[in-house]
């Protein structure tokens, strides 16, 4: 799940859009290390001829001598852009206290909407399973409560003029697999755990990946639903 969000993250920071990643299951080492492999495939560099290194090469220090340049004098240095600034912001946010709760996600989007040029666009939120509930949603269901209110502060964010929030579950394992003995493509079951994600999402997503799909470097997307244009009856291949 962390891969395709820094994938989102990356790619909207890059067409200008300025994005929050709070992370709650990755140090910032191994978010930049994601950070770093993902930007390093951008077809700017194709001219490079560089065999791309993976984020686990990164974080490993498993690089060669060209690859090791490339990464740091060509991809981070685009990256950081010190002198011609065409790219958005990319925060990077670890929560360093364990109950993390809804009102510290707001309070620090709040920090770095008023921090940076042209406000917050974009906020990934990694995971939110991960949040605990306030204290008066403790007895309802937690989760279903969390997606709700995420929904709603989403909506309401910035006196009304939103902000768009990606935030990645786990699929059941009953749906999971489902999918596998149907060529890859989920059913509206795979997420019956958390009723919410379907009923407040704007666009419902899946991901599949296998080991065939693995070793072609491919992984299958599917949209479930969307609230503002019609679903796609096949799966794509990214």
Same mark, same amino acid.
């Given at each position: 799940?962390?891969g395709?969000?820094?994938n989102?993250?990356?790619?909207?920071?890059t067409h200008?859009?300025n994005?929050?990643?709070?992370?709650m299951?990755?140090n910032?080492r191994?978010?930049?290390c994601?950070i770093l492999?993902?930007?390093?495939?951008?077809?700017?560099?194709y001219?490079?001829?560089?065999?791309l290194?993976?984020?686990?090469?990164?974080? /490993? #220090?498993?690089?060669?001598?060209?690859? $090791?340049?490339?990464?740091?004098n060509?991809?981070?240095?685009?990256? @950081?852009q &010190?002198e011609?600034r065409?790219?958005g912001?990319?925060?990077?946010?670890?929560?360093?206290?364990?109950d993390?709760?809804?009102?510290d996600?707001?309070?620090?989007?709040?920090k770095?909407?008023?921090?940076?040029?042209?406000?917050l666009?974009?906020?990934?939120? /990694? #995971?939110?399973?991960?949040?605990?509930? $306030?204290?008066g949603a403790?007895?309802?269901n937690s989760r279903?409560? @969390?997606i &709700?209110t995420?929904k709603?502060f989403a909506?309401?964010?910035n006196r009304?003029e939103g902000l768009a929030?990606?935030?990645?579950?786990?699929?059941?394992?009953?749906?999971?697999?489902?999918?596998k003995?149907?060529?890859?493509?989920?059913?509206h079951?795979?997420v019956?755990d958390?009723?919410?994600?379907?009923?407040?999402?704007?666009a419902?997503?899946?991901?599949?990946?296998?080991?065939?799909?693995?070793?072609m470097g491919?992984?299958?997307?599917q949209?479930l639903?969307?609230?503002?244009?019609g679903?796609?009856?096949e799966p794509?291949?990214i």
């Amino acid at each position: 799940k962390t891969g395709s969000c820094v994938n989102w993250a990356v790619s909207a920071a890059t067409h200008g859009s300025n994005v929050l990643y709070i992370t709650m299951e990755n140090n910032y080492r191994q978010l930049l290390c994601q950070i770093l492999s993902c930007h390093s495939a951008d077809p700017k560099f194709y001219d490079k001829n560089i065999e791309l290194a993976t984020h686990s090469q990164i974080y /490993d #220090a498993l690089l060669s001598e060209e690859q $090791e340049d490339f990464i740091n004098n060509t991809v981070y240095k685009d990256l @950081i852009q &010190r002198e011609a600034r065409t790219y958005g912001s990319l925060f990077v946010h670890h929560p360093e206290k364990v109950d993390y709760t809804l009102t510290d996600v707001r309070n620090i989007c709040l920090k770095y909407h008023n921090q940076c040029e042209g406000g917050l666009d974009f906020l990934v939120l /990694d #995971a939110p399973s991960l949040l605990v509930p $306030e204290k008066g949603a403790r007895d309802m269901n937690s989760r279903n409560w @969390i997606i &709700r209110t995420l929904k709603t502060f989403a909506v309401a964010f910035n006196r009304g003029e939103g902000l768009a929030i990606l935030c990645p579950h786990q699929i059941n394992r009953d749906g999971f697999e489902r999918a596998k003995k149907n060529d890859g493509v989920y059913d509206h079951k795979c997420v019956a755990d958390l009723n919410e994600v379907e009923r407040s999402s704007d666009a419902l997503l899946t991901l599949y990946l296998d080991d065939n799909l693995k070793a072609m470097g491919q992984m299958k997307l599917q949209c479930l639903k969307s609230r503002h244009q019609g679903v796609p009856q096949e799966p794509f291949y990214i």
